[in-house]
């Protein structure tokens, strides 16, 4: 009997580490040959796996860690060893993965069973449970306040009795300032990279192809280990929570951290529990150390937006890998690589990711996927670029961000689409104040970019998002301009889309 963990399973307190004595961790490289990953991606992922096996052994667990190009290669060395050998591995979260390992082992006359992943709060059929009692009148569409409130009230987290800490479900109008001019954000914590996270950065370097050079990247900075991800977590409660809630929205130039947590690696890769990590905010609350914007802001992203992702993900697969409702198919503009734009908002979002395969939730929803929407590109393209260049992406989780949520490609987690014109980037930043753009203009030379693409971008798919009943506003709006106004917008995107395609936006 052998536990087989995938570099997202590395969570030393699970309780299957106590049923085994002998656990399989097979570092195979060939997904990294495939697709050109941030280098911090790949020595992330690889670092965290070698530093978690030699925790494992240190505590008297036998390991075998495998280096090979496939799953299947591993495999093969680890049946030559221990023939008819049976399986155990936590539910990977990725959809079809359960199937593809499994026919592997058959493969090799082994055995596999599936155990619940503590990765995510809720197993499967407790999700199930949840979406099979809605009462919706369409059964493939989802809505996170009400699964939210659910997951509130089913773990007593911020509740007082039957109500909602300090009144409200949703603090979300007191998550919405901006910093003043001289408020500077602490200082993101720096994990200086060890003996094992240096050698893996150099093999990553030499090795792969990655989505930008090592020496173009700032130097590594990310927890590997559960220790570090515990001080990070430490020091986000001590120095970053109370900023968190109120600032949350907000994008600065120059600040690629603002006060978000940066936990989400840790949480993807099982070096974090998220229960944990809510319940820490929780007694942050309780002990006075955070305002409710604050932990209530954080508690709806990681017991709600995390898990509602993740399952809806689940249940709406593979349909919503291939979802194209608007039908974009512009391929993405040659910024999102090179983060070579005069747009401040748009270089900076992509010069963060570039640097540190991070930007935070506002840069990824209201710039890097909200131009790319307006912009018209095809939603696979870009998930495929989240995928790529951020540290904490997977399948389960930018597929419905980025295709769901961010390109509004399906319906089945949001009712209308994260789509603006520059006016939200203005009122929620810094940028337009540097940028060459005029923010103010919608139409000729040197008019914001937003502006143009979001309004043609309104007006090409009246059909599909009039009717969503949550445009109405929008709407009203369209259906002032008059024809000559409508002329000048046209020209006005298509010089811009020009100009993205060439590379001089
Ligand atoms: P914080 O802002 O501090 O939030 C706290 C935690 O909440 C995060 O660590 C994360 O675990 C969780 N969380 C918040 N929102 C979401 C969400 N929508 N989905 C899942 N978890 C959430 N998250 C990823 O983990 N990996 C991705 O590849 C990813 N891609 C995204 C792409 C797009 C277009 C969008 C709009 C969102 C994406 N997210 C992704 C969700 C979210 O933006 C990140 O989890 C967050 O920015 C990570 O930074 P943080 O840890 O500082 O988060």
Redesign the pocket.
Known sequence: MTLWLLGTHLDRTADYLDEHDHVLLIEATAFADRRPYHPHKLTLVFAAMRRFRDDLRARGLTVDYRRAETFGEGLDDHFDEHPGDDLTMPRPAAHGAEDRLRELVDDRGGRISFVPNPTFVLTPEEFDEWADRRGTSDPDTYRLEDFYRWMRRRSGVLMDGDSPEGGEWNYDEQNRETPPDDWEPPAPPLFEPGETVREVASWVEAEFETFVDTDEAAPFRWPVTRKQSLDALEQ?VDARFAA?GPY?DAMVEGEW?M??????????LGLLR?ME?IERADRAYEEGDAPINSVEG?V???L???E???HVYRRSMPAMAEANQLGQTETLPPAYWTGETEMTCLSEAVEHVRERG????I???MV??NFALVYGADPHE?NEW??RG?V???HW??T???VG???FATDVLSSKP?ASSGSYVNRMSDYCSSCPYAVSRDTGEGACPFNSLYWTFLREHEETLRGTGRMGLMYAHVDDKDEAEWTALEERAEAVREMARNGTL
């Open positions: 986000f968190f949350q951290a006060a978000h947590s940066l936990l989400s690696a840790s949480i993807n998220p990590v954080f709806r992203q990681v709600g937006w995390r509602f992702v993740r991070y930007a935070h939730h840069e990824r929803l890097l996927s870009l989240f995928h951020f904490d992406a997977f989780v930018t419905p961000n980025v949520m961010g390109s994260y």
